[in-house]
């Protein structure tokens, strides 16, 4: 079957950096997308990443290994904001998302 | 008004009612999905329909019917759920189905609860 795994909740402080680490087993690859999620709100598209390697959007990084079915989201310069979900989805050969359960950052002062 | 949107926010229906969730999207896209978002669950994709053809149902019960008039509007009928539906329904639209590197634009769902 196809599995998307990340941890289910991290904490980190204010000011600080995080890693948001995610694996996947799927039937081919065509992409994968970082969202986030604040509570009560939609998601929105963080970053997308098909080749090898990091991309960097401000305080937001995202890599991928491809080889390793591996990607992980760093956020910098952490602020209360962030506070939020984090949703990892993989596009499969047939080009349908699928989803990870989403990994709850919680920031503290 | 821009981006997707959802109505209403907010369902408490009883397991006898019927009633439908509104979908409406200003992007021009072509694409357009409604997912199911339970706690601590994966986002599942129950119905996407692309220019106005319904392409995917992924095994959702009957109670759930999808009705998709045009590329902007999509609707979700609901009839005798049951209290395990109750959840956060979320809309989504993308360019197109099929193609790699389209990201898809949510609205700010619907939740549901069926008392």
């Known amino acids: 079957g196809q599995n998307i795994d990340q941890p289910t909740e991290m904490t980190a402080t204010e000011g600080a950096i995080v890693q948001i680490n995610c694996t996947y087993q799927?039937?081919?690859?065509?992409?994968l997308f970082w969202y986030q999620q604040h509570a009560g709100e939609a998601p929105t598209f963080l970053s997308y990443?098909?080749l090898d390697g990091l991309e960097e959007k401000g305080r937001f990084s995202s890599f991928l290994s491809r080889s390793k079915g591996y990607s992980y989201l760093l956020l910098k310069e952490l602020q209360m904001k962030d506070s939020a979900s984090y949703l990892c989805?993989?596009?499969?050969?047939?080009?349908?998302?699928?989803w990870g359960a989403g990994t709850k950052l919680i920031i503290k002062p | 008004e821009t981006g997707v949107t959802q109505t209403p926010r907010h369902l408490v229906m009883g397991m006898t009612n019927k009633k439908s969730l509104k979908c409406e999207q200003h992007?021009?896209?072509?694409?357009m999905y409604w997912y199911k978002q339970s706690a601590k669950k994966p986002l599942e994709l129950m119905f996407v329909?692309?220019?106005?053809?319904?392409?995917e149902n992924n095994s959702v019960p009957s109670r759930f019917s999808p009705e998709c008039p045009n590329s902007s509007h999509l609707f979700l009928h609901l009839h005798t759920l049951q209290p395990e539906d109750s959840a956060l329904y979320l809309c989504?639209?993308?360019?197109?189905?099929?193609?790699?590197?389209?990201?898809?634009?949510f609205g700010q769902g619907t939740r549901l609860t069926v008392v």
């Open positions: 799927t039937s081919g690859f065509n992409g």
């Open positions: 989805a993989v596009h499969d050969s047939n080009y349908q998302l699928i």
């Open positions: 992007l021009g896209h072509n694409a």
């Open positions: 990443n098909v």
């Open positions: 329909y692309n220019f106005k053809e319904q392409t």
């Open positions: 989504a639209s993308s360019q197109t189905t099929g193609t790699g590197g389209t990201e898809a634009f």
